[in-house]
């Protein structure tokens, strides 16, 4: 058997392996999508009709409700009814988020309300037993909601939040990961509130209040909402008040995840190697006009983003959809100075990765994050297009032939004028999250089309590279009003 129909064959299998298992942690549960006081929800619970008691689940800055999908398998197995959320501004509620960012009357109050109002709309039932958690950014939104809710448990995972005093919340477990340095000082000194002795993985309790800051080994932001020793915490946490199961066993979701996302990358391989033998590469660009392809796109892209308007009312879209297309006219108008040119494309290789792409992202949404176009988001993917096809082109011009070295630096060069552009202009860095959504942008999309092109051309892969640089960044950033 040839090596690349053999690679494939255990890429497919990987990839079946990896959604059996993702959706056979749904056994014996009941998941409906609906809304709740306008905010789209997932509620997860025990295949019954029971009244359970509730958990509200929050998602933290840039996150959705599949991010908080391991939470809301293990809750749903203990014998309560979890329900995840999507906050304005993120997934697919379409309604961006309101209020100054800067402010705790501006936007944190604002998506308190809402939580609050959500809260509410379920406590409205046979059983108004309710417990919050929030991650990140929500943690300080619980906090703030366990104000007005009176819940019988708080958890606040990877938590800042200024709203916690000696009193309240009143039942609260503060989780953080073992690489959250700050963070981890932040939970120990909440939980030095109520005990001056205090130490992490310890519950201390002091008339009526009960604090826990507690660490999970190895992860860091986004690992512990994954990691089974972290769900368990909040599991045994969360039931203690209640007469409930409280048994239910933490999911492998971040394993499978990563095994299915591997294994649709890995399969790129084998489908490349349908178009032919490697390509020739053409001529590198010469260490001087790469290291002017590198420098001259710098003032002339920071200066775009800082200068562009917002575009939609809508916040940092306008300056990154300019820093991109600034960076491109620059970098293509030197590397064509210099005669560098792409090669022609095969158009089947172009449908190919596109239809690779949408099952990655398919992928992604159902498991992983929310990572699709709804609402302004579509309007968003069409203003940042232009810009993001004369990046990508700007950026195979000088790559294509390059070494690894040059490819990196290339890669993190426009990343950090981009982060100077925030920097210089801080409204802009309400994006930040395009950081390292580019940087896996590239490791993922990048090695993808790499692969193609080695052998079908960069002609046809290089339009859809830019179009799906365009979607990720619509579909990752967080939908702010100015």
Not at 101 to 120: I, P, S
Not at 242 to 254: E, I, L, S, Y
Not at 268 to 290: E, Y
């Amino acid at each position: 058997m040839r090596p690349a129909i053999l690679f494939a064959a255990l890429s497919v299998v990987a990839v079946a392996l990896a959604v059996f298992m993702l959706e056979r942690e749904r056994d014996g549960l009941s998941v409906v999508r609906t809304e709740i006081a306008s905010v789209p929800v997932t509620i997860w619970r025990p295949d019954t009709t029971a009244p359970l008691p509730r958990v509200l689940v929050v998602h933290g800055y840039a996150g959705s409700r599949q991010m908080m999908r391991a939470i809301a398998i293990t809750l749903a197995r203990s014998g309560l009814e979890a329900v995840t959320l999507d906050l304005p501004g993120h997934g697919r509620n379409p309604e961006p988020m309101t209020g100054d960012v800067t402010r705790l009357d501006g936007a944190t109050a604002v998506l308190t309300q809402r939580v609050v109002a959500v809260a509410r709309a379920l406590a409205d039932g046979p059983d108004d037993r309710l417990a919050l958690l929030g991650h990140s950014m929500a943690t300080d939104i619980v906090v703030r909601a366990a104000e007005s809710l009176d819940p019988a448990s708080v958890v606040a995972i990877s938590m800042y939040s200024e709203a916690v005093t000696p009193e309240r919340p009143a039942r609260l477990l503060i989780l953080s990961g073992a690489r959250e340095g700050r963070l981890r000082g932040i939970a120990l000194e909440a939980a030095r509130l109520v005990e001056p002795d205090a130490a992490e993985d310890e519950t201390v309790s002091s008339q009526g209040i009960s604090r826990r800051a507690a660490v999970v080994p190895v992860v860091g932001h986004v690992g512990v909402l994954y990691a089974p020793e972290g769900l368990r915490e909040v599991r045994d946490w969360i039931v203690a008040p209640w007469d409930v199961p409280g048994n239910g066993r933490p999911p492998a979701t971040a394993l499978w995840l990563l095994f299915l996302l591997a294994g649709i990358v890995a399969l790129t391989w084998p489908l490349a190697r349908a178009f032919g033998p490697v390509r020739p590469p053409a001529p590198a660009p010469s260490a001087r006009t790469a290291a002017v392809a590198l420098i001259l796109p710098i003032p002339a892209a920071v200066s775009a983003a800082v200068l562009a308007p917002d575009l939609f009312g809508l916040m940092a879209f306008g300056p990154l959809a300019a820093f991109l297309a600034a960076w491109g006219v620059v970098q293509i108008a030197v590397l064509w100075r210099a005669g560098h040119r792409l090669s022609g494309g095969r158009l089947g290789a172009a449908f190919l990765l596109a239809a690779w792409a949408i099952l990655f992202v398919l992928a992604l949404d159902r498991y992983g994050a929310s990572f699709v176009l709804t609402g302004p988001r579509l309007a968003v993917a069409a203003a940042l297009l232009p810009g993001a096809l004369l990046f990508v082109y700007g950026d195979a011009l000088l790559t294509s032939a390059a070494r690894f070295s040059l490819r990196l630096t290339a890669r993190a060069v426009p990343l950090a004028a981009l982060l100077g552009a925030m920097v210089i202009d801080p409204p802009i860095g309400v994006a930040f999250t395009v950081l390292p959504v580019t940087v896996l942008f590239w490791v993922v999309f990048g090695t993808a089309a790499g692969w193609m092109a080695g052998r079908a051309g960069s002609g046809g892969v290089v339009p859809v590279l830019g179009g799906l640089l365009a979607f990720a960044f619509a579909a990752s950033t967080p939908i702010i009003a100015i």
